[in-house]
């Protein structure tokens, strides 16, 4: 699918992978809609890869609608990247067994919120507009990518809300690509391993953890960078025979209960 001339959608733009996708859609010729909660970082982004910052929190089905209508008013809206997303950690029954001690169900539900019906939203907002996209040769209007993990998989202790809800993003891949064909767009997920963005922190720590993390790895044995998960995302995108495949990008990592 060639990007050339259109618009590109990607939620947690401001950061990560996200930003790396909005950096890779930029340079293939598409202008991108950063949409992120982080105005300062989001703008900045959006300036320099000649793009438009929209405010979007993914749980506001209102700020999701304005984002895809923004994006369709500068041209057609033929890519989307759903990458915003948030980690929780927290075992299930507490450590003393007192009920309060439980998973904290507003926990569990934000995180649902944010990472599985924020993306659903956007999907099913973003697919719409572009359903009424002109057709390309092979009948295509659009593709999605949306980000899940491995912890979908192998989630690990305390993984129980990030888990779900990933699984909710993997399991919905082939089932929402199956509505999708009707009008010509493409949907995949992307499920990455450990990857260095900023969603593990700053500072002396978070850089000993993730080289702790690095070691886990089969090969190689390091964190993976942003452009490489943007690689396989702009993959998704764009080649016209990828469809309803969830694609694990984790240097062979499988993880341990904890
Ligand atoms: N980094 C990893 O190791 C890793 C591994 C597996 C999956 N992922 C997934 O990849 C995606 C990107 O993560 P990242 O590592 O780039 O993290 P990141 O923290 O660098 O970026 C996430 C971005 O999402 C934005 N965001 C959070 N909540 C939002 C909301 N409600 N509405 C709009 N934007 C929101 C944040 O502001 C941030 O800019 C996430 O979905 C994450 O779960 C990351």
């Not at 029954?93 to 539900?109: I, K, Y």
């Not at 939203?121 to 996209?133: C, E, I, K, L, W």
């Not at 990933?166 to 767009?185: E, F, H, N, S, W």
């Not at 998704?236 to 062979?252: F, S």
Request: proline share 4%; charged share 20%; hydrophobic share 45%.
């Amino acid at each position: 699918m060639d990007l050339q001339g259109s618009v590109a959608l990607v939620t947690g733009a401001a950061s990560g992978i996200g930003a790396a996708a909005a950096r890779q859609l930029a340079a293939r010729g598409a202008t991108v809609v950063v949409a992120d909660l982080q105005a300062d970082k989001g703008e900045a982004l959006a300036a320099e890869i000649g793009g438009v910052f929209a405010q979007v929190d993914v749980t506001d089905t209102e700020q999701i609608a304005a984002a895809v209508r923004a994006a369709s008013d500068i041209a057609p809206l033929r890519a989307v990247v759903n990458s915003a997303g948030i980690g929780w950690a927290q075992r299930t029954v507490g450590r003393d067994g007192t009920p309060e001690s439980a998973h904290s169900l507003e926990a569990f539900t934000k995180v649902v919120a944010i990472n599985l019906i924020g993306t659903f939203d956007v999907v099913r907002q973003a697919a719409t507009a572009m359903s009424h996209n002109d057709a390309d040769a092979d009948g295509c209007r659009g593709a999605i990518v949306n980000v899940a993990s491995v912890a979908a998989f192998d989630g690990q202790i305390g993984q129980a809300a990030y888990s779900s809800s990933k699984g909710g993003v993997v399991g919905m891949t082939l089932p929402v690509a199956r509505d999708l064909a009707a009008v010509g767009i493409r949907l995949n997920t992307v499920a990455p391993g450990l990857i260095d963005t900023p969603i593990y922190g700053q500072g002396e720590d978070a850089e000993a953890f993730k080289a702790k993390l690095g070691e886990s790895v089969l090969f190689p044995k390091r964190l993976g960078v942003p452009d490489e998960l943007a690689s396989m995302v702009m993959e998704c995108l764009t080649n016209p025979y990828m469809n309803g495949e969830v694609v694990r990008v984790d240097g062979g990592i499988r993880m341990p209960p904890k």
